[in-house]
């Protein structure tokens, strides 16, 4: 931090820093090289058609299993099966060299206080995200995958490239066939890598912003704190999984980011998901006079996060019994997606702005304590814009979530 005036107003500051993510364990979705052996047994059950379909429609949906196996724990089943012992110490596959991933942040920032009670400041944030993790997938007996591309039209009528796996002679019979494919998808493995082993420079994010701050310190009652955000962030993540949250590991929840290639197409550059290019938000107080009563509130803009289309890929599954046109070799064990559109073109979720307010006063009761009242009120006008949102092509725009509704409260607090 430097002092730029002799009256001491005017200061600047800049930090620069790279914070390393530890590669750890929980991270990968595995239990590392301590995980205990256990046993593991099928147990098979016979129950009455009656008691499975239980509206009587002589079908037997999904949810219906799920209430029967609610059941089972106070059953005893007919039959038994030992599967073996599993020791679960090295499922950690990690390819050597890997490293763990870091984030490169600069701030500068210029202060000047304007005013007794009265500061502004301008600051530019940048931070640069490298070596990020995916859930690679390797083939029998751990050999490297090969793949090409095709050509493939997107539901938007977006012409592309789609990957797909290239079939060799996995199960070793001398002909590339239906069994190969067998092969590949029953015996396909994962390891973690960085992203850039396998797409190259593009494997990295980067976030960029402008802020300004207006910051009033508390005199002649009232208080606020104000700011202004522009932001632009860049490349690759993890948008064909979900929009509605930020997942950045290869295997939390589950979503093996990186187990194909599909999942970088069209996917390294962009805008990032649930960043809005620009926010404002605004809180502060004010005790009103004569009735000696407390005014906050918190107002908060932003001008929506990009969305973008996604594109489910046919790819063959083992109950096709054989090779359907139009089916992709897939890398085996799961859909497929790629992003459906120009990842530099994504379409924006509506703006929104939500006002709160909270109404407070103490009154004294003397020796015997005092009483406080307040009343809050979240989202006064109820704004109630999408808040998440399908990006499918079956569901596309559909909303699943939108902003909490207003919500009041009231606070009675007697303290003594």
């Not at 920032?109 to 301008?122: C, F, P």
């Amino acid at each position: 931090a430097w002092t730029l005036t002799r009256d001491g107003r005017t200061v600047l500051r800049a930090h620069l820093g790279r914070y390393y993510a530890p590669l750890g364990v929980e991270s990968l979705g595995a239990t590392g090289p301590d995980g205990p052996e256990f046993q593991v047994f099928r147990h098979y059950y016979a129950m009455p058609v009656e008691e499975v379909d239980v509206n009587g429609d002589d079908w037997i949906a999904i949810e219906e299993y799920a209430d029967v196996a609610r059941t089972l724990s106070d059953r005893t089943p007919y039959d038994s099966q030992y599967r073996g012992s599993v020791e679960d110490s090295w499922t950690l596959p990690v390819a050597p060299g890997t490293r763990s991933p870091y984030t490169d942040h600069f701030t500068l920032s210029l202060q000047r206080q304007i005013g007794r009670d009265l500061s502004i400041e301008a600051s530019y944030i940048y931070k640069n995200t490298d070596d990020l993790l995916v859930w690679w997938p390797m083939g029998p007996g751990g050999r490297e995958l090969q793949w090409e591309r095709v050509p493939f039209t997107t539901w938007t009528g977006m012409e592309t490239e789609a990957y797909q796996v290239v079939l060799e002679d996995f199960d070793g019979d001398g002909v590339v066939d239906w069994g190969d494919f067998l092969c590949l998808d029953g015996e396909t493995g994962h390891e973690v890598r960085n992203l850039e082993a396998v797409v190259g420079d593009q494997a990295e994010r980067t976030y960029q912003s402008l802020q300004l701050v207006l910051d009033k310190r508390y005199s002649n009652r009232w208080q606020m704190l104000a700011s202004v955000n522009w932001v632009r962030g860049d490349g690759v993540a993890p948008r064909i999984h979900g929009q509605d949250l930020y997942i950045d590991g290869p295997i939390q929840f589950w979503s093996n980011f990186g187990d194909t290639m599909n999942d970088f197409t069209n996917n390294l550059e962009g805008p990032l998901p649930l960043n809005p290019e620009f926010l404002v938000k605004v809180s502060g107080s004010y005790n009103i006079p004569v009735i000696e009563t407390d005014l906050g509130f918190r107002i908060r803009y932003d001008s929506g996060r990009p969305i973008w289309p996604v594109q489910w890929l046919p790819t063959c599954a083992t109950w096709h019994g054989g090779f359907w046109d139009g089916y992709l070799v897939g890398s085996g064990g799961g859909s497929e997606y790629v992003v459906a559109s120009d990842p530099n073109d994504p379409q924006w979720l509506p703006s929104t702005t939500i006002l709160d307010l909270r109404l407070g006063k103490t009154f004294s009761l003397g020796r015997y304590g005092d009483l406080r009242l307040a009343i809050d009120v979240q989202n006064v006008t109820n704004e109630g814009e999408a808040s998440g949102v399908g990006f499918y092509e079956w569901d596309y725009g559909r909303v699943y979530s939108v902003i909490p509704p207003r919500i009041t409260g009231l606070e009675v607090r007697y303290s003594f």
